[in-house]
């Protein structure tokens, strides 16, 4: 079965100082995507990637930094966290013509 | 640009009745289609997926979709409905073909099945 493992699952962090959240797929995908979880806006897409050492912004990029340094690998990166940052954060992969397939999800406090 | 929309925040139903979950979608060309459920909680799971061809999807726990191109639907349906359905579902689109790998969710419809 695809796993896609985010790290951490929880963390507290605060404001102004620096995150990154972490995601490692053994799926063999192509396509790995960082989306962030608010109540009442569902999923907004941050940032995405289709191969290492590529990425590109989604809908909502500003505040957030992604790096792909791997096929396997795909890090979110808050450099100045702020309050309107926490959220629960969703890692996904997917391969060319598979559905995507989601970490369980990070949650992250900003205060 | 593409855009997804769940017009149905929440939606109460009781065991046994059909459910029928909306979406509809805005995109210039064919899309690629999915239904994804999130129980509490929890994260998100597959159903089922449009790619091309016949128009009714049949996916995972009973669940299935018509795909209207007249009106850029992509309904979600199952009939009967039972408590453990009671969770969010969400709509995505992805574009069809190229390396656009980019995939829009909507906000999701919060379904309560009361037995």
């Known amino acids: 079965e695809a796993a896609v493992t985010q790290s951490p699952r929880s963390k507290v962090a605060v404001t102004g100082g620096k995150v990154t959240l972490s995601c490692h797929q053994t799926?063999?995908?192509?396509?790995m995507y960082w989306y962030r979880q608010d109540t009442g806006h569902g999923l907004r897409l941050i940032h995405y990637s289709y191969v290492a050492d590529s990425t590109e912004k989604g809908d909502i990029p500003d505040g957030y930094k992604a790096s792909r340094p791997s096929q396997e690998n795909f890090s979110l990166i808050l450099e100045l966290a702020s309050l309107s940052q926490t959220a629960v954060y969703f890692c996904?992969?997917?391969?060319?013509?598979?559905?995507?397939?989601f970490g369980k999800g990070t949650r992250l406090t900003v205060v | 640009a593409q855009s997804v929309d769940q017009p149905d925040a929440h939606v109460t139903l009781s065991e046994g009745a059909s459910l029928e979950l909306r979406c509809s979608y805005s995109?210039?060309?064919?899309?690629?289609l999915f239904w994804y459920v999130q129980y509490p909680g929890q994260s998100l799971q597959f159903l089922l997926k449009y790619i091309t061809g016949d128009t009714v999807v049949k996916g995972t726990k009973g669940f299935e979709a018509e795909f209207r191109k007249s009106n850029s639907s992509f309904n979600l349906k199952k009939s009967p409905a039972h408590w453990s359905d009671s969770a969010k579902y969400f709509c995505a689109l992805e574009p069809s073909g190229g390396s656009n790998a980019k995939l829009t969710f909507g906000k999701g419809t919060k379904l309560s099945v009361k037995s």
């Open positions: 996904a992969s997917r391969g060319w013509s598979t559905e995507v397939f």
């Open positions: 995109y210039s060309a064919a899309p690629y």
């Open positions: 799926n063999n995908h192509d396509y």
